[in-house]
């Protein structure tokens, strides 16, 4: 047999029919499922009379708009949607992670931790940053809500392949420097669009050397390279994380499981359209200072120059991107002053990031500078991991917020948002503008380096704390 | 879905990279449980000077003069010039339906997203991608004369000029018999209903932990 890449082996497992035109039928075997971009494909099986495939393949939770202050009154508007989510999983059979339920969190936190996502299946769901789950050796991407309507009534997507492409990260991070800083300069590297029409495999030493959460960062941010999806092959991390979750196979079935699991690889000299080399050794933490991921810098540079860029377009992006920041040429990263600090969203919510977090803040206070530090956990599990551990008291005597899960001041749909002009150091995933509420600056980081920021009240080198 | 065969009309130009789908339609607009009604909040932070929400009345908020759909001279524009990796960021298919509810049926750009390009294709919208010196000329011509107009022929893969040039563009030839004949794709899949249901019976057999029950 030819060698197959880890992404070939995915999609060979999941054709149903492939069209003479190699248009595929792809099956799904995991669909999951928020409030913002499901209401209108539910309304749409009603219309047609239709009725889910599998629904017992499908998880949903609510997290874009909640709210994650203790005892908020949830907006109106808000909370339609959210009613809307209970009212159509109850109507079609569909298990919901309610917002009472212990185990709500953000969809891409949720997935992994109850086994709901396993390697070797296909994983989708109508929000982009679905690229999470392929860290797990899975085959997971972002679909539209026409799309969520389509994989509801058929199980199926209709999908082309995409090119094969994979990044080896080579060398051992320095202290300090972690996953987000790692993908976020490879996206300084490549471009915001430099993953386009690939499903992107992300090997290494590197790679192989981080816990299943940082990979998850690694493969969340896929999309912000603009890859059809992130990947990563399974290895012993893998299957020791997934052992013993509640929906992860057990006794026999588990050793059929993984087994199986274990081929999720590419082979040795699987052939791959686009391959990127990218040593990390030696590596700085990672600022963006502008309004694409792409747009980022070592937190010993500067904020670069326009006038020294040559083609002519990406200079107007540059020039616009430091008006919308209020930046200026030169400025050295250390001299931004955040006004604000959310650490949190489906990139850094988890109790690895929080205690990354909290061991740059433990004994110190959040500079009187900072207007508001949140910290937001990715679900219900890992908040009561964290305060098990004593984190929330770490982060609430230095002067953080200690919110209850959701995807927050991330996307700013709830009451957690930027004010116009305010400025962010956060660990989300899109520095987009407007993007956490209008007007706002946001720039991202890593979890130590925004704890570091909220204790200095300006970017500052994490490794010198 | 509707069918998209052919369409003239006048081109408008947003000469930026890296357009995302927060800046096509932000995340206030997204609380909606519908799929219409998001023309007037389309390019909403850099349309508007004042922060709209899903109550306001947008015809009574501030316009910003600079924003190029504010000029009078593209009202009405069926086909919007963009750069590259046009539609990056989220899935929201509300972007497309933005830009549908608004008016437009064409992109023209260098480069799309994926999710987005697929969820124009869901919508009955034709995203077309022509190389950057195609793009860069196609925007000194719309910007030099007023009422520059394109004709887009999807049957014969041809976009015409008004001096009569004629650009060729790619589609897969199943996107664009869907398109054409604005085929309900759930339809035409569950046309294959056995081959799924066989497909499901192998897969129980070879890997029955990918059909647990989530509960
Ligand atoms: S945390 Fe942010 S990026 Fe992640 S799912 Fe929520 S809104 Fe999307």
Redesign the interface.
């Known amino acids: 047999m030819t060698a197959e890449t880890l992404y070939d082996k995915l999609w060979r497992r999941h054709v149903?029919?492939l069209?003479d035109?190699?248009?595929a039928?792809l099956?799904i075997?995991r669909h999951l499922v928020h409030e913002?971009?499901s209401?209108?494909a539910f309304?749409g099986l009603r219309e047609?009379a239709?009725k889910p495939?599998?629904a017992?393949?499908?998880?949903a939770v609510p997290d874009?708009?909640i709210p994650t202050a203790e005892n908020s009154a949830e907006d109106p508007?808000?909370q339609?949607?959210v009613a809307?989510l209970a009212k159509n999983c109850s109507a079609f059979g569909i298990?919901e992670f309610g917002m009472d339920d212990p185990r709500q969190g953000i969809v891409h936190v949720i997935g992994p931790e109850?086994g709901?996502t396993?390697p070797?299946?296909t994983i989708v769901c109508?929000?982009?940053h679905?690229s999470t789950h392929g860290a797990f050796g899975a085959l997971a991407?972002?679909?539209?809500?026409?799309?969520v309507?389509?994989v509801l009534?058929?199980?199926?997507l209709?999908q082309?392949k995409s090119k094969n492409m994979r990044v080896t990260f080579s060398g051992a991070l320095p202290p300090g420097v972690g996953a987000k800083d790692a993908v976020l300069a490879l996206i300084g590297k490549i471009g915001?669009?430099g993953g386009?029409?690939c499903a992107v495999e992300f090997a290494g030493a590197a790679v192989a050397a981080m816990s299943m959460e940082a990979r998850m960062t690694v493969c969340n941010m896929a999309i912000e390279a603009?890859a059809?999806a992130g990947m990563i092959a399974v290895d012993q991390v893998t299957l020791d994380y997934i052992k013993g979750r509640d929906?992860?196979?057990a006794g026999e079935?588990w050793e059929?499981?993984q087994a199986?699991w274990r081929e999720l690889h590419s082979d040795a000299g699987a052939a791959f359209d686009n391959e990127v080399e990218f040593d990390v050794s030696q590596l700085a933490p990672q600022v963006t200072w502008g309004t694409?991921p792409e747009m980022v810098a070592g937190i010993d540079a500067a904020v670069p120059d326009p006038a020294a860029e040559r083609d002519p377009?990406?200079r107007e992006?540059m020039e616009?991107a430091l008006r919308y920041m209020d930046l200026q040429p030169g400025t050295p990263i250390r001299e931004i002053k955040p006004d604000s600090v959310f650490i949190g969203s489906c990139t850094n919510s988890r109790l690895e990031d929080l205690r990354a977090a909290a061991s740059v803040v433990k004994g110190k206070k959040v500079a009187k500078s900072i207007k508001q530090a949140l910290v937001v956990p990715g679900s219900g599990l890992v908040k009561r991991q964290a305060e098990e551990e004593g984190l929330h008291r770490v982060f609430r005597e230095a002067g953080f917020e200690w919110r209850n899960p959701g995807c927050s001041m991330c996307?700013?749909?709830n009451a957690d948002r930027l004010a116009p002009g305010e400025r962010c150091a956060s660990t989300s995933n899109?520095n987009?503008?407007?993007?956490q509420g209008?007007g706002g600056r946001t720039h991202l980081v890593s979890p130590a380096v925004a704890a570091a920021a909220a204790i200095a009240g300006r970017f500052a080198d994490v490794r010198e704390f | 879905m509707d069918a998209f065969t052919t369409l003239s009309g006048l081109v408008a130009p947003l000469d930026?990279?890296?357009v995302?789908t927060?800046?096509i339609i932000?995340?206030?607009y997204?609380?909606s449980?519908?799929?219409t009604g998001f023309g007037a909040v389309l390019f909403d932070?850099w349309r508007y000077l004042d922060?709209g929400?899903?109550?306001s009345d947008h015809a009574k908020r501030r316009a910003n003069p600079d924003f190029v759909l504010n000029d009078a001279r593209y009202a009405g524009a069926k086909i919007l010039l963009a750069?590259?990796?046009f539609g990056?960021?989220?899935?929201?298919?509300h972007a497309?339906w933005a830009l549908r509810d608004y008016g437009f049926r064409c992109v023209i750009a260098p480069?799309f997203?994926?999710?987005f390009f697929?969820?124009c294709m869901?919508?009955g919208m034709l995203p077309v991608a022509l190389d950057d010196a195609r793009v860069d000329a196609l925007f000194a011509a719309v910007e030099s004369q007023p009422g520059y107009a394109l004709s887009v022929d999807l049957p014969s893969q041809k976009i015409t000029a008004p001096d009569s040039e004629e650009i060729p563009f790619e589609i897969?030839?199943?996107q664009k018999h869907r398109l054409l004949n604005g085929l309900d794709?759930?339809a035409l899949?569950?046309e294959?209903?056995d081959?799924?249901r066989q497909?499901?019976d192998r897969?129980k057999k070879e890997?029955?932990?990918?059909?647990?029950?989530?509960?």
Not at chain 2, 207 to 215: D, I, T
């Open positions: 149903v029919h069209a035109d190699g248009t039928l099956y075997d913002v971009t209401p209108q309304d047609s239709r495939w599998r017992s393949s499908v998880l874009h708009n508007v808000s339609l949607q809307a298990t109850y709901a396993l070797g299946m109508g929000d982009s679905t991407f972002g679909i539209g809500t026409s799309e309507e389509h009534a058929t199980q199926c209709l082309r915001a669009a386009n029409g603009g059809r929906y992860a196979p079935m059929r499981a199986d694409s377009a990406r992006n616009r996307l700013a749909m899109r987009f503008e407007g993007r209008r | 930026r990279a890296n995302d927060d800046a932000p995340k206030q997204l609380k449980l519908k799929r932070e922060q929400d899903l109550t750069r590259r990796n990056c960021g989220s899935s929201r298919e497309a480069s997203a994926d999710i697929n969820n869901k919508n897969e030839a199943a794709d759930i899949t569950l294959h209903a081959l799924i497909y499901e897969r890997a029955p932990w990918l059909f647990g029950r989530v509960a």
